[in-house]
């Protein structure tokens, strides 16, 4: 029997929503700060973004690694450690006077934060019984979903305020709470206490050359334009073949550091798969959307932040009836219904233009949080149903960890995309843009007169009236390659509704992985 049987199951998730809340806060909250960090620190922006890629990177090599680390040294101990660690080192990075320390606490922030999101996945989906497993999930899926949108609007207003060091600073009185209650409402089942095991050396090295080598490819790879630059080309290779020898020295181990057997339960690994995926499409097209309203509609980046909001509010007020719904529907139709209801509104958001209002972005954002949350709570409670409770924590693990993977490939392929579709598409309009086009020439003319009518001579009109063309051809280029990449990602949630049916149904009531 448990020690936390006792204990009030929603102080439990209380408990350790604090903590995921707070870590996942912190993957986008700094990305608005960056251009006053570079300032402040005496450096350029390309120079402080590593302060994003170091925690990606030190975030990605532990969250695998989590279920091994909670059977060796303790789950209680584990995340005691992890969120200490965490705010212990956000107020660290508040007091950093260089870059270069700013990036090692990160590296600290990053290490002990890997370790919260399938800790706390793990204790909820153990600490409520199976029929109410659907509102635990539901919870958890709250802070994930909303923190990632949450996180510019905050980090904006903070550092526009105050200054970009209350970003960290923010994480205090948040990760104080979270230690009270862990230390309190949070115990160690009988099946999962610290053992001496075989320390798997060559698995661990492994895992923090490959996952840290791939995180940094993926981004740093369009700033530096992928394969042209010999450093990617490099950490390519080592991230391919490394990960590659990891899974065939994990299948063979005797300990390993990462339990791969996991993947032989089909509805997990359709599940691991469709969530990497989600993972892909939410991270792409949440990037996506602000560089859209900053660019093109010229929002300041505070705006943009709350334009994003929608999205957040449509997750907040969907996930408790989603939680509800888990419990009485077949989960596998109200993930069809995510996926349909999520591709639906990024084709929405593919009919954008130039003329687009606040509303014309709010309406379909909003639809959208509300198909987050059908996909979210009944992806986690369908992939995690037949999992053994002793192998929770190494699946809640890979399952968190293909989620980010997924997050970070899609931001590398969107941004990627939209660079490379915008050139492309600039030197197809501009071909019309010819003294033999009547509408080109029209437009032409209509400027150069503008433009000699406020003073400017024949010569610096006609040049006025050709950038001014080249202008209107790129603003073109940029709104139809952002509008293919939204089509692209909305039928890429499309096509995945068919995978859903492979997934087994999850028995109703009962279920091994929960069984108190």
């Not at 888990?326 to 639906?344: E, H, M, P, Q, S």
């Not at 409770?389 to 809640?396: D, F, H, L, Q, Y």
């Not at 399952?399 to 997050?407: A, D, P, Q, T």
């Not at 050139?423 to 033999?436: I, K, N, R």
Request: charge should be neutral; charged fraction near 10%.
């Amino acid at each position: 029997m448990s020690e936390h049987r006792h204990i009030n199951p929603w102080l439990i998730a209380v408990s350790v929503m604090f903590a995921t809340f707070m870590e996942v806060l912190d993957t986008t909250v700094v990305n608005v700060s960056l251009p006053h960090i570079a300032g402040n620190l005496s450096a350029t922006i390309d120079e402080s973004t590593w302060a994003l890629t170091s925690y990606l990177v030190a975030n990605a090599i532990i969250l695998p690694m989590t279920g091994w680390l909670a059977s060796f040294i303790g789950r209680k101990r584990l995340l005691m450690i992890a969120v200490t660690g965490f705010t212990l080192s956000s107020f660290l990075c508040g007091l950093a006077p260089t870059l270069s320390a700013l990036i090692l606490f990160r590296v600290l922030q990053g290490t002990t934060g890997g370790a919260l999101q399938p800790l706390s996945q793990a204790v909820l989906l153990e600490a409520f019984p199976p029929r109410e497993r659907g509102k635990a999930m539901a919870f958890w899926a709250l802070g994930i979903v909303v923190a990632p949108i949450l996180g510019p609007v905050l980090g904006g207003w903070l550092t526009d305020s105050y200054s970009w060091r209350w970003v960290f600073y923010i994480n205090l009185p948040v990760g104080i709470a979270s230690i009270v209650m862990t230390k309190l409402f949070i115990f160690d089942p009988p099946y999962l206490r610290a053992e001496s095991r075989k320390v798997d050396y060559w698995g661990i090295g492994m895992l923090a050359v490959g996952i840290g080598a791939l995180q940094i490819v993926l981004d740093k790879g369009q700033e530096d334009d992928w394969f042209s630059s010999h450093f990617i080309t490099l950490l390519a290779i080592v991230a391919a073949v490394t990960l590659v020898v990891l899974v065939i020295h994990e299948l063979t181990t005797d300990d390993p550091v990462v339990d791969l057997g996991v993947f032989r339960e089909r509805s997990y690994a359709v599940g691991v798969f469709l969530m990497t995926v989600v993972g892909f499409v939410l991270y792409g097209s949440m990037v996506l959307l602000p560089i859209f309203l900053q660019t093109l509609l010229g929002y300041p980046a505070l705006q943009a932040g709350i334009a994003m909001a929608p999205r957040g509010i449509g997750s907040f007020f969907m996930m408790p009836l989603t939680g509800l719904l888990v419990g009485r529907i077949d989960n596998r139709k109200l993930l069809a219904c995510g996926f349909v209801v999520g591709g639906t509104t990024l084709l929405w958001l593919g009919q954008l233009n130039l003329q687009a209002g606040y509303w014309d972005i709010f309406w379909p954002q909003l639809i959208q949080g509300v198909g987050m949350s059908l996909l979210f709570v009944p992806l986690t409670t369908v992939t995690m149903n037949a999992i053994s409770r002793e192998r929770m924590g190494n699946a809640t693990s890979l399952f968190n960890l293909m989620r980010n993977i997924g997050g970070s490939v899609g931001i590398a392929t969107t941004g990627t995309m939209l660079a490379r579709r915008q050139q492309s598409l600039t030197a197809v309009l501009g071909t019309h843009v010819t003294p033999y086009d009547p509408a080109a020439q029209s437009l032409f003319m209509q400027i150069e007169r503008a433009a000699m009518a406020s003073g400017a001579d024949g010569v610096t009109a006609a040049n006025r009236a050709s950038a001014a063309l080249f202008g209107i051809v790129q603003r073109q280029a940029a709104m139809v390659s952002f509008v293919s990449i939204f089509w692209l990602l909305g039928l890429l949630f499309l096509v995945l509704v068919p995978l859903v049916l492979l997934m087994k149904r999850p028995a109703q009531g009962t279920a091994p992985a929960a069984a108190h």
